[in-house]
C-alpha cells in the first residue's frame, strides 16, 4: 500500500442525503490541494467558472458519484456539507456592503425537479425539465437566456420530435429568440421554480432572502 494510499484512507467519512434526488452520498473533507480551487469559487466573478471548479472539488473529494447527473441544487449543497465538515459551519456573506455569518444548518431549498410543455401555436410544442449539472456545465453563463436553453429537452414541430442534444447552441439561441413574447413569459414562471437553495439574513433588522446558483458563496 503506497503512503497516499494509506493517508486517503486514514481521512474522515461524513455522509448527507441530498434534498432533491434523496440519494445518500459519503465524502471526506477538503484537502490542501483543494485551497486553490476553493478561493476561485470564493473570489471569482464568473459564475459559471466558480461552478465548474466546485464541481471538479466535489469530484475529488466524493466516491462512486456521478456528479454530473445531479441537479445544480444537490451538487451546491453537497458542497456546503463537505465545507461544513472541512473549516467550520458558518458562511461570511457580504450584503449590501455589510459583513453577514450565516449557518450553514439554516441553509434550506425551495421548488422541486420539473417537467413541463409549452404549447407555441398549434403545431410547436416545448418540452422543460429541470437542467442536470451535465448540461449546466455546457452554458457560457447562468444567465436567463443560458438557463432556458439548458432546460428545453426536445421541441416538438408537427409532431416531428427533435431532441435538443442534436441542436447546435446557435439554432437553440435562435429558437429562444424568436418564441412568442407571451412564451418567454411562461418561461420566466419555469425558471422562477427551479429548485435552488434560500435562506434569510438579518440585515438592519430586516429579514433578507438569499438564493440563487453560488450566491452563497460568491453574494454580493
Avoid at 45 to 73: P, R
Avoid at 103 to 127: A, R
Avoid at 181 to 201: H, T
Amino acid at each position: 500500500m503506497t503512503v497516499l494510499k494509506m493517508i486517503r484512507e486514514s481521512f474522515p467519512k461524513y455522509k448527507c442525503v441530498l434534498p432533491i434526488c434523496k440519494k445518500e452520498v459519503y465524502f471526506t473533507p477538503f484537502k490542501i490541494k483543494d485551497a486553490k480551487n476553493i478561493a476561485i469559487i470564493l473570489q471569482e466573478q464568473n459564475k459559471h467558472l466558480a461552478f465548474s471548479t466546485m464541481i471538479d472539488i466535489i469530484k475529488e473529494n466524493t466516491e462512486n458519484l456521478n456528479v454530473t447527473e445531479l441537479t445544480g441544487l444537490d451538487a451546491e449543497y453537497l458542497f456546503l456539507q463537505i465545507r461544513s465538515k472541512s473549516v467550520d459551519e458558518n458562511l461570511n456573506l457580504i450584503f449590501n456592503n455589510q459583513k453577514v455569518q450565516l449557518n450553514i444548518n439554516d441553509i434550506t431549498f425551495s421548488g422541486q425537479i420539473q417537467e413541463k410543455t409549452i404549447s407555441v401555436g398549434s403545431d410547436i410544442v416545448l418540452s422543460l425539465k429541470t437542467p442536470k449539472v451535465k448540461q449546466l456545465l455546457k452554458l457560457k453563463s447562468f444567465d436567463k437566456n443560458e438557463l432556458m436553453k439548458a432546460s428545453i429537452q426536445s421541441v416538438s414541430i408537427k409532431n416531428e420530435v427533435y431532441e435538443c442534444n442534436k441542436f447546435l447552441t446557435d439554432e437553440l439561441k435562435e429558437i429562444l429568440e424568436n418564441l412568442p413574447l407571451k412564451v418567454g413569459n411562461k418561461f420566466e414562471e419555469f425558471l422562477n421554480s427551479e429548485p435552488q437553495l434560500c435562506a434569510l439574513i438579518d440585515i438592519n433588522n430586516e429579514k433578507k432572502k438569499v438564493t440563487g446558483i453560488l450566491n452563497f458563496f460568491t453574494y454580493r
